[in-house]
């Protein structure tokens, strides 16, 4: 990302003169924040395409998105069911709201290592242990392009009365191509949060909220995006925003069609030649994936997904969106074509020649790691004083920040969580096989409650 891959997606004439189109409340210029001239009429456009009843423009990424959601949905003390690989900026809302987290831990895939699946019978089960809470929020599709069962997850959630929040920060293309799984908002998610930079030809932090049906107060929710986004929003960002939607639903579809034409015959190539495993030819996990996701798992090489990052940037020019320990993670866009896919296979090929069939094979083992007891609730951390403590002297304090591997930017600690043994040894794994983990210092501090 950005899913315009250095303006390739854009017809070169609107990329011209980028500077006119900075401008600010002016009148005939409409206002963000009440909307009712041309932004209401480009989010109504919005809203038509997308299939809500409701779309607004964000200029502060998906983030403010699923705080404006959380914040609009929930009151302080009220507890929402969790999806444990969301982003930080759930966990992030969750604190300004006040809201208590009931996590639910999606399905493991020890293959690629990473998280896959929600299934809907965890989330049933947890509403039923917690008839109380207030809805559920879920990550669909997730870094690596797994789409969870949405359907049935929204009709298991509406079936108890509750709400559905799907943060599709990486589904935005979804709805243009019936080869593509899925949008949330077409399985009945009330709202659905997408990050048009990601996928679409937009501009880094241009994203949209969408609002379907009625369960959750529009008025509510827009009330919070007043509070939380800039009183001046950039035009520049969400004429782009208005620019992706009118592509993906002028040309989204034929676009897609050519993308996933060149995904699968890269896909073809690499599982011939090569012995790296692609994560859409996974017998279990296939069905479920978004095929412009590229998800290279690399152990056949005996070196890490960071190190392979690194070799393809270094040595082939070529940049990943990220890696982890297993793998590597490529968002193919509409903006991709041959060229790029070619030079993506070339690189991999001759990676492939000079590792494959290492004498000495990997000692990384990437377990699953189990959600750390929750000590303090994460609203009142903020209140609580911390110290800094090296990460090896953690074990049994409680985190007053977010860590977090980033990206994908999915913690493993959240804050007032306790640090365990198993969380200390992993987060030293990522950063010496070369990854980077948010909330640990350059030096190994970590952010602790202080006594
Ligand atoms: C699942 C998920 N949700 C939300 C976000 C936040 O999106 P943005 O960067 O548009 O604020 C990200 C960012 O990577 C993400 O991966």
Redesign the pocket.
Known sequence: MPGHKLGKGIPTRLLKDLHLLDMTEIPGLDNLHFPHGVIKEAQDLAAKAFGADNTSFLV?????G?HAAILGLCKPGDRLIVSRD??K??IGAMMLASVKPIYITPEYDSLFGVSSLMLSSTVEQAIKNNPDAIGVIV?RP??YGLCSDIDSISEVVHSYNKVLIV?E??GAHLKFSSRLPCCALDAGADVC?Q?A??TLPALT?G?YIHIKGNRVDVEKVNFMLQLIQTSSPSYVIMTFLDIARAIMENYGSELIENLLNEVNRFENMLNENTSFKIMSKHPLLSQHIDKTRLVVNVRNTGKTGFFIEKMLRDSFNVQVEMSDLYNIVCIATTADGRKEFDTLYSSLNEIDKQFKNPTEPTDINVKELLIPPQKVSPDKVMQCKGEKRKLTECVGKVSKGIITPY???IPVVCPGELITLEVVEYIINVIKAGGTVNGVTDNWEVTVLAH
């Open positions: 502060n990424g998906s983030t403010c699923v969301c982003h900026s759930v990550t997730n870094y943060d920060a990486h949060i990050s930079h990601k932090q994203a990206p994908p930017g």
